[in-house]
T-cell receptor, first 110, second 113 residues
Framework: KQEVTQIPAALSVPEGENLVLNCSFT??????LQWFRQDPGKGLTSLLL?????REQTSGRLNASLDKSSGRSTLYIAASQPGDSATYLC?????????FGAGTTVTVRA | NAGVTQTPKFQVLKTGQSMTLQCAQD?????MYWYRQDPGMGLRLIYY???????DKGEVPNGYNVSRLNKREFSLRLESAAPSQTSVYFC????????????FGQGTRLTVV
């Protein structure tokens, strides 16, 4: 059974600081890994998808890396803003299923 | 383009009542999913449909049934609601599992009293 862990569970940083969010998974036979953002009381918004053959994916201030062999992904958010405050979830996709970590709740202080 | 639409958004049930949560996607996606989200437990897979005509159990299927009515629609039924089924339910869909991203609906907040 795929186990996905996200560390830390919560993070509070001042505006402008870079964010580093970690995701680890136990079964490296994944198809893809996807990072999501969830605002309180809302659904999940896709941020980045990294295919298993890729090492990195970038979108604006967001950069995600994937090391499949060690079962790890990292999401970097550059120059954080108060609007980045949310819960960030990673999901690994294998065997037709998405398995989620519990998320990292980020607070960016103005 | 509406994406993934869930109805209703909120529902309160009494213990023992039944109801069906509806999910529809307009992106011609092949695979569809039902998750529940509980505080401290993350998102857990209830059932999924890899393609039209197939359904499979996920991590927490007990107390639920599903129907993949057609390619667009995937419904989740609670036959006899229990307080333990109080949760936020999310539907998701994917075009191709190998290399495309998943999209989620806005969720249904269900309370069983």
């Amino acid at each position: 059974k795929q186990e996905v862990t996200q560390i830390p569970a919560a993070l509070s940083v001042p505006e402008g600081e870079n964010l580093v969010l970690n995701c680890s998974f136990t079964d490296s036979a994944i198809y893809n890994l996807q990072w999501f953002r969830q605002d309180p009381g809302k659904g999940l918004t896709s941020l980045l998808l990294i295919q298993s053959s890729q090492r990195e994916q970038t979108s604006g201030r967001l950069n995600a890396s994937l090391d499949k062999s060690s079962g790890r992904s990292t999401l970097y958010i550059a120059a954080s803003q108060p609007g980045d405050s949310a819960t960030y979830l990673c999901a690994v996709i294998n065997d037709y299923k998405l398995s989620f970590g519990a998320g990292t709740t980020v607070t960016v202080r103005a | 383009n509406a994406g993934v639409t869930q109805t209703p958004k909120f529902q309160v049930l009494k213990t023992g009542q039944s109801m069906t949560l509806q999910c529809a996607q307009d992106m011609n996606h092949n695979s569809m999913y039902w998750y529940r989200q509980d505080p401290g437990m993350g998102l857990r897979l209830i059932y999924y449909s890899a393609s039209e005509g197939t359904t499979d159990k996920g991590e927490v299927p007990n107390g639920y049934n599903v129907s993949r009515l057609n390619k667009r629609e995937f419904s989740l039924r609670l036959e006899s609601a229990a307080p333990s089924q109080t949760s936020v339910y999310f539907c998701a869909s994917i075009l191709q599992i190998l290399n495309t991203e998943a999209f989620f609906g806005q969720g249904t907040r269900l309370t069983v009293v």
